[in-house]
């Protein structure tokens, strides 16, 4: 204000924003940096008007995929075809396009990243995941809540003239964070809809899976099973992620494969994160990939959940016929790695998105 008079609907008008810099480990402080726009980062920004109402094709996220060889596939040995430049995955998400500073979205996508998707972020320029968008997504959302909720209306009609052009700008502080909340609440509702599947979902939709994994956790009931904890909820959506991928790729029971994972695995392979062939199934390959990580217990963290999990759940047929030995570790760090990528929380609940 300052000059004593404001412009209702003032298509000028800004609201200022103030948001604390999230800390970061040393890693990702050096992520940062390599990846990060030039400007410097300030605590105080400006949001203004959207122009024009939110277009609803730009609340939706799109994939493009340029490679240099379309048909390219993985050796005999597992290997993320990310790491090859050839090909590159490019989403062009809501939040880009929706005037918060770039070096504020660099910011939180390392802050929220994920180990497998920081190596995207240093190995792709402009790379984001769906999971990140997300997220990022929910934090800005959280920020112009916690601020608009300190603008309030004013609920008497202002008599002074001081009084009215007070309440002309406070609504057009309110005006503008309105329109951006509700950019943000469409893109999440969009995800909401039909790019996620919650643990629910799952086990309606595969009766079989949800028996066998009730019997090897001794429970007879969802709410039982969530109430166990993060680890075991995430363990759970890995042993979905597994058993649907290998039904989705050896196609022996594709009623077992809903249409929801199918598409998932379809935008995973064209994604660049398809790891298998068939040939590789039988390998014991844990001497191979204790070569790959730099730190052992990584490997040994693989062993245990194969021998909590995929031992048990394989004598108790959730994987159909097959041996462990069909389910090298290599395969088993994949489907974590992959679940890592799309894995979304907000507030308590966990669920995947399709890109």
Excluded at 1 to 19: L, S
Excluded at 240 to 249: A, D, H, K, P, T
Excluded at 338 to 354: K, N, P
Aim: negative net charge; hydrophobic residues 40%; proline residues 5%.
């Amino acid at each position: 204000m300052g000059y004593g008079f404001c412009i209702k609907d003032n298509p000028v008008d800004t609201v200022a924003m103030r948001m604390g810099r999230p800390p970061l480990s040393p890693e990702k402080q050096a992520l940062r940096s390599k990846i990060a726009s030039t400007k410097d980062w300030q605590d105080v920004f400006f949001l203004s008007k959207i122009v024009g109402a939110p277009n609803q094709s730009k609340l939706l996220s799109s994939i493009s995929i340029s490679s240099s060889d379309p048909q390219a596939t993985s050796t005999s040995k597992m290997e993320k075809s990310s790491e090859s430049p050839a090909q590159e995955t490019v989403l062009e998400s809501l939040v880009l396009s929706s005037h918060w500073p770039q070096y504020l979205l660099d910011l939180l996508r390392v802050y929220i990243a994920t180990p497998p998707e920081e190596k995207m972020i240093e190995k792709h320029t402009g790379w984001v995941c769906a999971r990140t968008e997300l997220l990022v997504a929910s934090q800005l959302k959280f920020a112009l809540k916690v601020k608009l909720a300190g603008i309030q209306p004013i609920l008497k009609t202002p008599v002074t003239v001081n009084a009215q052009m007070a309440d002309i700008y406070r609504q057009g502080q309110r005006n503008i964070m309105e329109e951006h909340l509700k950019f943000l609440e469409s893109f999440l509702e969009n995800y909401q809809v039909e790019k996620r599947i919650t643990l629910r979902e799952i086990m309606v939709q595969d009766s079989r899976f949800k028996d066998v994994i009730y019997d090897h956790l001794q429970e007879e009931t969802l709410q039982a099973v969530l109430d166990m904890g993060q680890e075991i909820i995430d363990a759970i959506f890995t042993l979905s992620v597994l058993n649907n991928f290998l039904i989705y790729r050896d196609n022996k029971s594709p009623a077992l494969s809903s249409e929801w994972w199918q598409s998932w695995f379809s935008e995973v392979n064209n994604s660049g994160w398809w790891p298998y062939h068939a040939t590789d199934l039988a390998e014991d390959d844990t001497e191979e990939l204790e070569s790959q990580f730099e730190d052992c217990d990584e490997v040994e963290e693989l062993s245990e959940f194969r021998d909590n999990w995929i031992v048990p759940l394989c004598q108790a047929g959730l994987f159909g016929d097959r041996k462990v030995s069909e389910i090298p570790l290599s395969l088993i760090n994949w489907t974590i790695e992959v679940y890592d990528l799309h894995r979304v929380q907000i507030g308590e609940e966990i669920f995947l998105v399709r890109v």
